[in-house]
């Protein structure tokens, strides 16, 4: 069973703890160590994760697989049914279950209006990229992005419009 908990300061730790698990174990093939360690610290250090779910356009999830942590999602709204998600990670423990379809799934259901959805992926990141097809998205548009210290995000913008 899959559910999404609203995530709160005190999650901070577990959620610091998954992000380097996922990352470390995900994207080593994708973009190097430096970078992962780079991207790992402005993302989901205790402060840059204490603003993120202090921002109240934010709203921060705990993926939950059979009661236990298993990922973590976050997700904005632009208005008029149009949302972003910003970061949707799941323990690579989890991927080949399901948790991922489900957890999505339970996502258009926390959000009934949701008629439009959009993400940045890695253009690499080939299993991302995949799953995210599998759920109904499509490729909108590829995209280059700054990140700092010479760093680029080298991404493809998708897209999911429901029914």
Same mark, same amino acid.
């Given at each position: 069973?899959?559910?999404?908990?609203?995530?709160?300061?005190?999650?901070?730790?577990?959620?610091?703890?998954?992000?380097?698990?996922?990352?470390?174990?995900?994207?080593?093939?994708?973009?190097?160590?430096?970078?992962?360690?780079? =991207? +790992?610290?402005?993302?989901?250090?205790?402060?840059?994760?204490?603003?993120?779910?202090?921002?109240?356009?934010?709203?921060?999830? +705990?993926?939950?697989?059979?009661?236990?942590?298993?990922?973590? +999602?976050?997700?904005?709204?632009?208005?008029?049914?149009?949302?972003?998600?910003?970061?949707?990670?799941?323990?690579?423990?989890?991927?080949?279950?399901?948790?991922?379809?489900?957890?999505?799934?339970?996502?258009?259901?926390?959000?009934?209006?949701?008629?439009?959805?959009?993400?940045?992926?890695?253009?690499?990141?080939?299993?991302?990229?995949?799953?995210?097809?599998?759920?109904?998205?499509?490729?909108?548009?590829? =995209?280059?992005?700054?990140?700092?210290?010479?760093?680029? =995000?080298?991404?493809?913008? =998708?897209?999911?419009?429901?029914?």
């Amino acid at each position: 069973m899959v559910s999404l908990q609203r995530a709160v300061e005190s999650d901070i730790p577990l959620i610091r703890d998954l992000a380097h698990r996922i990352w470390w174990a995900h994207y080593p093939d994708i973009i190097s160590d430096e970078q992962i360690a780079y =991207m +790992l610290e402005q993302g989901y250090s205790e402060s840059a994760l204490s603003a993120q779910l202090a921002d109240p356009a934010l709203a921060f999830w +705990l993926v939950l697989a059979d009661g236990v942590a298993a990922g973590f +999602l976050a997700i904005s709204g632009k208005g008029d049914g149009a949302y972003f998600i910003h970061k949707f990670y799941l323990d690579n423990t989890q991927r080949g279950r399901g948790v991922g379809a489900a957890a999505f799934e339970t996502l258009l259901n926390q959000y009934p209006d949701l008629r439009e959805a959009r993400l940045n992926v890695n253009r690499r990141n080939f299993k991302s990229v995949n799953f995210y097809f599998k759920v109904g998205f499509v490729i909108h548009h590829c =995209m280059d992005t700054p990140f700092g210290e010479g760093y680029v =995000m080298d991404d493809f913008q =998708m897209v999911y419009r429901k029914g």
